[in-house]
């Protein structure tokens, strides 16, 4: 974010991606951050759900990972009000 500050300092070119969001700690969430309220951009956030190491080494296919992302964000209580904004599909 330091550096997306320094050559970005408006935010209108910055895509700000969070990761790994099925591994946060139960009980907590990014909620600030996928809102905007804790860093604000010009353009949303956007969370994703990315393959485990087992799923890369097992091949599991693209489709299948992008389907479990998708289900990931809207069955999420979290999430589930932002799930057509999120994951990479």
């Known amino acids: 974010m330091k550096l997306a500050r320094e050559v970005d300092p408006s935010g209108e070119?910055?895509?700000g991606v969070l990761?790994?969001?099925?591994?946060?700690?139960?009980?907590?969430?990014?909620?600030d951050v996928l809102e905007g309220r804790a860093y604000r951009l010009q353009h949303p956030?956007?969370?994703?759900?990315?393959?485990?190491?087992?799923?890369?080494?097992?091949?599991?296919?693209?489709?299948?990972?992008r389907q479990r992302e998708w289900e990931y964000f809207a069955t999420s209580p979290d999430y589930g009000h932002l799930a057509s904004k999120m994951g990479s599909y």
């Open 13 to 15: 070119r910055t895509f």
């Open 45 to 65: 956030w956007v969370g994703i759900v990315n393959r485990s190491q087992a799923d890369i080494n097992k091949n599991t296919d693209m489709t299948y990972a």
């Open 19 to 31: 990761t790994k969001l099925d591994l946060m700690d139960k009980g907590t969430n990014a909620l």
